[in-house]
Protein backbone atom coordinates (compact mmCIF):
# COMPACT_ATOMS: atom_id res chain seq x y z
CA UNK A 1 0.00 0.00 0.00
CA UNK A 2 1.13 3.48 -0.80
CA UNK A 3 2.62 4.83 2.68
CA UNK A 4 0.45 8.00 2.35
CA UNK A 5 -2.88 6.13 2.07
CA UNK A 6 -2.12 4.15 4.48
CA UNK A 7 -1.45 6.90 6.95
CA UNK A 8 -4.61 8.77 5.86
CA UNK A 9 -6.30 5.11 6.58
CA UNK A 10 -5.04 5.13 10.05
CA UNK A 11 -6.13 8.55 10.44
CA UNK A 12 -9.92 8.04 9.32
CA UNK A 13 -9.66 5.20 11.83
CA UNK A 14 -8.48 6.90 14.87
CA UNK A 15 -11.19 9.15 14.12
CA UNK A 16 -13.76 6.79 13.65
CA UNK A 17 -12.58 5.51 16.94
CA UNK A 18 -13.03 8.81 18.66
CA UNK A 19 -16.75 8.95 18.07
CA UNK A 20 -16.98 11.03 14.98
CA UNK A 21 -18.13 8.99 12.85
CA UNK A 22 -19.59 11.77 10.28
CA UNK A 23 -16.09 13.38 10.21
CA UNK A 24 -14.62 10.10 9.51
CA UNK A 25 -16.83 9.07 6.26
CA UNK A 26 -15.70 12.55 4.93
CA UNK A 27 -12.03 11.36 5.15
CA UNK A 28 -12.95 8.24 3.70
CA UNK A 29 -14.11 10.03 0.63
CA UNK A 30 -11.00 12.63 0.46
CA UNK A 31 -9.01 8.99 0.21
CA UNK A 32 -11.58 7.51 -2.38
CA UNK A 33 -10.77 10.14 -4.57
CA UNK A 34 -7.11 10.58 -4.06
CA UNK A 35 -6.99 6.91 -4.90
CA UNK A 36 -8.77 7.36 -8.39
CA UNK A 37 -7.05 7.05 -11.38
CA UNK A 38 -5.63 10.10 -13.03
CA UNK A 39 -8.09 11.41 -15.74
CA UNK A 40 -6.82 12.54 -18.99
CA UNK A 41 -8.73 14.24 -22.00
CA UNK A 42 -7.99 14.38 -25.85
CA UNK A 43 -8.86 17.50 -27.31
CA UNK A 44 -8.27 18.84 -31.15
CA UNK A 45 -9.78 20.21 -34.22
CA UNK A 46 -11.70 17.88 -36.48
CA UNK A 47 -9.65 16.57 -39.19
CA UNK A 48 -6.11 15.81 -36.83
CA UNK A 49 -6.86 12.48 -36.33
CA UNK A 50 -8.37 12.55 -32.78
CA UNK A 51 -10.09 8.85 -32.95
CA UNK A 52 -6.98 7.27 -34.51
CA UNK A 53 -4.98 8.67 -31.47
CA UNK A 54 -7.56 7.98 -28.77
CA UNK A 55 -6.93 4.52 -29.84
CA UNK A 56 -3.76 4.25 -30.07
CA UNK A 57 -3.22 5.74 -26.50
CA UNK A 58 -6.43 3.87 -25.23
CA UNK A 59 -7.95 6.67 -23.91
CA UNK A 60 -11.70 7.91 -23.80
CA UNK A 61 -12.35 10.02 -26.87
CA UNK A 62 -13.50 13.25 -24.55
CA UNK A 63 -13.33 13.49 -20.99
CA UNK A 64 -14.57 16.03 -18.20
CA UNK A 65 -13.66 19.03 -18.05
CA UNK A 66 -12.77 18.45 -14.49
CA UNK A 67 -9.90 16.08 -15.93
CA UNK A 68 -6.40 15.86 -14.46
CA UNK A 69 -4.51 15.94 -17.54
CA UNK A 70 -4.76 17.46 -21.61
CA UNK A 71 -3.73 15.85 -24.67
CA UNK A 72 -3.81 18.56 -27.34
CA UNK A 73 -3.59 17.17 -30.60
CA UNK A 74 -2.52 18.88 -33.71
CA UNK A 75 -1.42 18.76 -37.21
CA UNK A 76 1.72 20.66 -38.65
CA UNK A 77 1.38 23.61 -39.46
CA UNK A 78 -0.25 24.74 -35.81
CA UNK A 79 -3.68 26.84 -36.91
CA UNK A 80 -4.42 30.23 -35.46
CA UNK A 81 -7.58 28.35 -33.55
CA UNK A 82 -5.19 25.58 -31.84
CA UNK A 83 -2.53 28.24 -30.70
CA UNK A 84 -5.70 30.19 -29.11
CA UNK A 85 -7.29 26.73 -27.21
CA UNK A 86 -3.51 25.96 -26.19
CA UNK A 87 -3.09 29.76 -24.51
CA UNK A 88 -5.75 28.46 -22.41
CA UNK A 89 -4.57 25.13 -20.92
CA UNK A 90 -2.00 24.98 -18.11
CA UNK A 91 1.49 23.69 -18.83
CA UNK A 92 1.61 21.95 -15.81
CA UNK A 93 -1.29 19.41 -17.33
CA UNK A 94 -1.00 19.71 -21.24
CA UNK A 95 0.53 17.38 -23.38
CA UNK A 96 0.69 18.51 -27.24
CA UNK A 97 1.19 16.01 -29.69
CA UNK A 98 1.95 16.74 -33.31
CA UNK A 99 0.07 13.84 -35.26
CA UNK A 100 1.51 12.54 -38.86
CA UNK A 101 5.01 13.57 -37.97
CA UNK A 102 5.90 11.68 -41.10
CA UNK A 103 4.35 14.41 -43.21
CA UNK A 104 6.40 17.27 -42.18
CA UNK A 105 9.00 18.53 -44.50
CA UNK A 106 11.24 19.00 -40.69
CA UNK A 107 12.92 16.81 -38.95
CA UNK A 108 10.36 16.42 -36.28
CA UNK A 109 12.19 16.24 -33.04
CA UNK A 110 13.51 19.89 -33.93
CA UNK A 111 9.37 20.77 -35.02
CA UNK A 112 8.48 19.54 -31.63
CA UNK A 113 11.49 21.58 -29.82
CA UNK A 114 10.78 24.50 -31.77
CA UNK A 115 6.95 24.16 -30.81
CA UNK A 116 7.40 22.96 -27.48
CA UNK A 117 9.53 26.99 -27.42
CA UNK A 118 6.78 29.05 -28.63
CA UNK A 119 3.93 27.16 -26.17
CA UNK A 120 5.49 25.93 -23.85
CA UNK A 121 4.12 23.02 -23.54
CA UNK A 122 5.53 19.28 -23.18
CA UNK A 123 5.47 18.68 -27.24
CA UNK A 124 5.89 15.12 -28.95
CA UNK A 125 5.49 13.75 -32.57
CA UNK A 126 3.33 10.67 -33.36
CA UNK A 127 1.96 8.81 -36.39
CA UNK A 128 -1.11 7.62 -34.96
CA UNK A 129 -2.11 5.32 -37.62
CA UNK A 130 1.09 3.53 -37.21
CA UNK A 131 0.96 3.14 -33.47
CA UNK A 132 -2.81 1.79 -33.99
CA UNK A 133 -1.20 -0.64 -36.30
CA UNK A 134 1.58 -1.71 -34.58
CA UNK A 135 -0.95 -2.59 -31.60
CA UNK A 136 -0.77 -6.00 -33.48
CA UNK A 137 1.89 -8.29 -34.63
CA UNK A 138 2.85 -8.93 -37.89
CA UNK A 139 3.05 -12.69 -39.21
CA UNK A 140 5.72 -14.19 -41.26
CA UNK A 141 3.86 -14.15 -44.87
CA UNK A 142 3.37 -10.39 -44.23
CA UNK A 143 6.85 -9.87 -43.47
CA UNK A 144 7.41 -11.60 -46.26
CA UNK A 145 5.56 -10.15 -48.54
CA UNK A 146 6.81 -6.65 -47.28
CA UNK A 147 9.85 -7.58 -48.37
CA UNK A 148 9.31 -8.85 -51.94
CA UNK A 149 7.25 -5.52 -52.52
CA UNK A 150 10.40 -3.49 -50.55
CA UNK A 151 12.89 -4.96 -53.61
CA UNK A 152 10.92 -3.86 -56.20
CA UNK A 153 12.31 -0.33 -56.27
CA UNK A 154 9.20 1.29 -57.47
CA UNK A 155 9.10 4.98 -55.58
CA UNK A 156 5.53 5.23 -56.40
CA UNK A 157 3.80 2.11 -54.89
CA UNK A 158 2.65 3.88 -51.23
CA UNK A 159 1.21 7.05 -52.62
CA UNK A 160 -2.14 6.00 -52.69
CA UNK A 161 -4.26 2.43 -52.12
CA UNK A 162 -4.92 2.35 -55.75
CA UNK A 163 -1.22 2.70 -56.89
CA UNK A 164 -0.45 -0.16 -54.37
CA UNK A 165 -3.16 -2.14 -55.58
CA UNK A 166 -2.49 -1.48 -59.67
CA UNK A 167 1.19 -1.52 -59.22
CA UNK A 168 3.36 -3.76 -61.40
CA UNK A 169 5.17 -5.64 -58.69
CA UNK A 170 6.06 -9.77 -57.93
CA UNK A 171 4.18 -9.92 -54.75
CA UNK A 172 0.04 -11.06 -56.24
CA UNK A 173 -2.42 -8.49 -55.58
CA UNK A 174 -4.54 -10.92 -53.43
CA UNK A 175 -1.59 -10.92 -50.85
CA UNK A 176 -1.13 -6.78 -51.42
CA UNK A 177 -5.15 -6.52 -51.15
CA UNK A 178 -4.68 -8.44 -47.38
CA UNK A 179 -1.89 -6.29 -46.36
CA UNK A 180 -4.74 -2.96 -47.35
CA UNK A 181 -7.13 -4.78 -45.31
CA UNK A 182 -4.50 -4.86 -42.34
CA UNK A 183 -2.62 -2.23 -42.61
CA UNK A 184 -3.07 1.56 -43.30
CA UNK A 185 -0.78 3.22 -46.03
CA UNK A 186 1.59 4.78 -43.61
CA UNK A 187 2.74 1.20 -41.66
CA UNK A 188 2.92 0.12 -45.43
CA UNK A 189 5.31 2.55 -46.22
CA UNK A 190 7.63 2.01 -43.17
CA UNK A 191 7.51 -1.46 -43.63
CA UNK A 192 8.82 -0.95 -47.15
CA UNK A 193 11.37 1.42 -45.60
CA UNK A 194 12.19 -0.30 -43.15
CA UNK A 195 12.82 -4.21 -45.22
CA UNK A 196 14.48 -1.67 -47.79
CA UNK A 197 17.54 -0.72 -45.05
CA UNK A 198 17.56 -4.08 -43.78
CA UNK A 199 15.87 -6.94 -45.07
CA UNK A 200 16.79 -9.67 -43.04
CA UNK A 201 14.61 -8.13 -40.59
CA UNK A 202 11.84 -10.61 -39.26
CA UNK A 203 8.70 -10.12 -38.06
CA UNK A 204 9.35 -9.32 -34.26
CA UNK A 205 12.06 -6.91 -35.88
CA UNK A 206 10.48 -5.25 -38.10
CA UNK A 207 7.27 -4.53 -35.69
CA UNK A 208 9.75 -3.27 -32.77
CA UNK A 209 11.39 -0.86 -35.34
CA UNK A 210 7.95 0.45 -36.43
CA UNK A 211 6.68 0.35 -32.74
CA UNK A 212 9.37 3.31 -32.19
CA UNK A 213 9.03 5.01 -35.35
CA UNK A 214 5.50 5.48 -34.14
CA UNK A 215 6.58 7.50 -30.99
CA UNK A 216 3.72 6.21 -29.12
CA UNK A 217 6.40 5.18 -26.37
CA UNK A 218 7.70 9.17 -26.25
CA UNK A 219 3.90 9.78 -26.24
CA UNK A 220 3.52 7.72 -23.36
CA UNK A 221 6.45 8.26 -21.08
CA UNK A 222 5.19 12.26 -21.32
CA UNK A 223 1.88 11.13 -20.44
CA UNK A 224 3.06 9.40 -17.15
CA UNK A 225 5.46 11.85 -16.24
CA UNK A 226 2.55 14.54 -16.26
CA UNK A 227 0.21 11.65 -15.09
CA UNK A 228 2.79 11.46 -11.77
CA UNK A 229 3.08 15.18 -11.54
CA UNK A 230 -1.12 15.76 -11.63
CA UNK A 231 -1.15 12.72 -8.93
CA UNK A 232 1.52 15.18 -6.69
CA UNK A 233 -0.97 18.06 -7.44
CA UNK A 234 -3.88 16.11 -6.27
CA UNK A 235 -2.16 15.23 -3.19
CA UNK A 236 -2.29 19.11 -2.57
CA UNK A 237 -5.87 19.12 -3.03
CA UNK A 238 -6.21 16.56 -0.25
CA UNK A 239 -4.40 18.31 1.81
CA UNK A 240 -6.26 21.74 1.80
CA UNK A 241 -9.95 19.53 1.75
CA UNK A 242 -8.19 17.58 5.05
CA UNK A 243 -7.36 21.23 6.96
CA UNK A 244 -10.86 22.33 5.89
CA UNK A 245 -12.23 18.88 7.00
CA UNK A 246 -10.75 19.51 10.34
CA UNK A 247 -11.74 22.86 11.27
CA UNK A 248 -15.69 22.38 11.01
CA UNK A 249 -15.03 19.11 13.18
CA UNK A 250 -12.91 20.61 15.96
CA UNK A 251 -15.93 22.45 17.83
CA UNK A 252 -17.86 19.55 17.92
CA UNK A 253 -15.42 16.84 17.72
CA UNK A 254 -12.34 18.13 19.52
CA UNK A 255 -10.64 14.85 19.46
CA UNK A 256 -10.86 14.38 15.71
CA UNK A 257 -9.72 17.58 15.19
CA UNK A 258 -6.41 16.89 17.04
CA UNK A 259 -5.72 13.92 15.23
CA UNK A 260 -6.37 15.55 11.88
CA UNK A 261 -3.75 18.54 13.28
CA UNK A 262 -1.67 15.68 14.12
CA UNK A 263 -1.89 14.41 10.36
CA UNK A 264 -1.17 17.58 9.11
CA UNK A 265 1.69 18.09 11.01
CA UNK A 266 3.22 14.97 10.80
CA UNK A 267 6.11 13.98 8.01
CA UNK A 268 3.91 12.16 5.94
CA UNK A 269 1.54 15.42 4.94
CA UNK A 270 5.44 17.18 4.82
CA UNK A 271 6.14 15.25 1.99
CA UNK A 272 2.65 15.70 0.13
CA UNK A 273 3.19 18.61 0.76
CA UNK A 274 6.59 19.03 -0.71
CA UNK A 275 5.66 17.56 -3.73
CA UNK A 276 2.90 19.33 -4.27
CA UNK A 277 4.10 22.40 -4.13
CA UNK A 278 7.02 21.58 -6.19
CA UNK A 279 4.34 19.82 -9.37
CA UNK A 280 2.05 23.30 -8.57
CA UNK A 281 5.04 25.55 -9.44
CA UNK A 282 6.20 23.26 -12.54
CA UNK A 283 5.66 25.63 -15.52
CA UNK A 284 4.59 28.46 -14.05
CA UNK A 285 5.22 32.33 -14.90
CA UNK A 286 7.60 33.82 -13.32
CA UNK A 287 5.16 36.13 -11.89
CA UNK A 288 3.22 34.11 -9.58
CA UNK A 289 -0.20 33.60 -9.47
CA UNK A 290 -2.47 32.49 -6.46
CA UNK A 291 -1.53 29.08 -7.07
CA UNK A 292 2.34 29.28 -7.02
CA UNK A 293 2.23 31.23 -3.93
CA UNK A 294 0.41 28.33 -2.66
CA UNK A 295 2.81 26.39 -3.86
CA UNK A 296 5.69 28.24 -2.75
CA UNK A 297 4.19 27.58 0.89
CA UNK A 298 3.68 24.14 0.42
CA UNK A 299 7.47 23.82 -0.70
CA UNK A 300 8.75 25.97 2.98
CA UNK A 301 6.27 23.62 4.87
CA UNK A 302 6.91 20.76 3.86
CA UNK A 303 10.62 21.31 4.03
CA UNK A 304 10.70 22.37 7.42
CA UNK A 305 8.82 20.10 8.74
CA UNK A 306 11.05 17.27 7.10
CA UNK A 307 13.89 19.10 8.72
CA UNK A 308 12.48 18.64 12.01
CA UNK A 309 12.10 15.49 11.44
CA UNK A 310 15.47 14.49 10.94
CA UNK A 311 17.07 16.62 13.98
Not at 99 to 124: R, S
Not at 150 to 177: C, H, I, M, N
Not at 200 to 215: N, Q, V
Request: proline share 6%; aromatic share 4%; with cysteine.
Amino acid sequence: MVPEFAELERLIGAVRRSGAQRVADALTAVLTRWRSPVQVRVLGRSGVGKTTAVAALGLPDEGENTADLTVYLVLAPVRPADETALAGLPARSTLLVVNKVDALDADPQEYCATLAAKTGLDTVGMIASLAVAVQHPFDRNEVAAFRGLAGSGDPTLTLSSELFRTADVPVPAKARQALLDRWPLAAIRAALDALAANSDLDEHGLHDLLRRASGIDGVTAALTELADRARDVRGGRVLDEIERIGARATPEFPLAGAEVERFLDGPVAARIGLAAGLAESAGSAPDPDPAVRRAAQRIVRGRKALAGECR
